[in-house]
């Protein structure tokens, strides 16, 4: 059996910097109005960001078939028989439906672990599934090791804007119109038992408060200095550097990180969101 190994775009690495790892990465679609581009190929988070700022409203949408046919058809050229796949949760998008699709066709062999989220995790496990393969480790005891690691995972949201998510489509006019009203901010979370699908865990008034609770719900949860933690900021790094302290604060010894938010969630949550995504790691 010989296995490759794919991700996306939603790791918030390019299918460049990951082929240097012998993974291979398909970039998921951005669209604003008529203009279409392929994630972290045609533009940058950072120039996401920008159209953010000026009040475009982006949308997503899953790689070009078209792409992963080709990808996928080379790769059974190399000798390949079986696509691995870790991609970004199937409740954010169909790119995992879509990968499966196309592996069939080709006749490859299809395995995969739905990681129910997107970004640090999704690039952690796929690495993961790649170095235990090249330690001889069958795939039934590759996909035990990512489930464990899944069980662990979650992510917590902290949109500053609630006109955008309406505008976006996440969340109902009258939803928003309250929220902007009551200068309510919801605590949005994604794991498995969400499916991985946002849903709202907690509301709150401030961001403070919302970073208060966030620490709360994350020892409620049993996170401990064993966990990796990331503080992902969409355009708003003063907040981001307040988050992590209080993270820090409260879990000393663990592995802590910052990283700006994966495109294709930024341009749903919008600018100012905060999130904090946690997960055990497995050595």
Known sequence: MKI????????????????????????LQINDG????????????EQVYERLRAGH?????????????????????????????VAISEGLSGTLGAIRM???SLDLNFEYVDCYVTAVVQAYMVRKAKAMYEQGKRVNEIKAVLE???????????????QHLKRSGRL?????????????????????????KVDVLDKVRTMSKAMDKVIDHMKADGVDDSYDITVAHVDDLENALLLQ???????????????????????????????????????
């Open 4 to 27: 490759a190994f794919i991700t996306d775009s939603g790791t918030g690495m390019s299918s460049a910097l990951w082929k240097q790892e012998g993974i291979y990465s398909l970039p």
């Open 34 to 45: 008529d203009e279409n581009f392929y994630d972290l190929e045609d533009i940058t988070i």
């Open 57 to 85: 409203i982006l949308s997503t949408s899953l790689p070009s078939l078209g792409k992963i046919e080709a990808l996928f058809q080379e790769l059974k050229d190399e000798g390949y028989d079986t696509i691995f796949a």
């Open 102 to 104: 196309c592996a069939t």
């Open 148 to 162: 464990k690691i899944v069980h662990s995972t979650n992510t917590l949201i902290l949109p500053d804007d609630l």
């Open 172 to 196: 109902t006019p009258l939803a928003a119109a309250l929220g902007g009203l009551l200068k309510i901010k919801p605590m949005l979370q994604i794991n498995e038992h969400t499916e991985g």
């Open 245 to 283: 302290g209080k993270l820090k604060e409260a879990f000393p010894d663990a592995d802590h990180h910052m990283i700006s938010l994966v495109s294709v969630v930024a341009l749903h949550t919008g600018q100012g969101t905060q999130a904090v995504q946690y997960f055990k790691r497995i050595d």
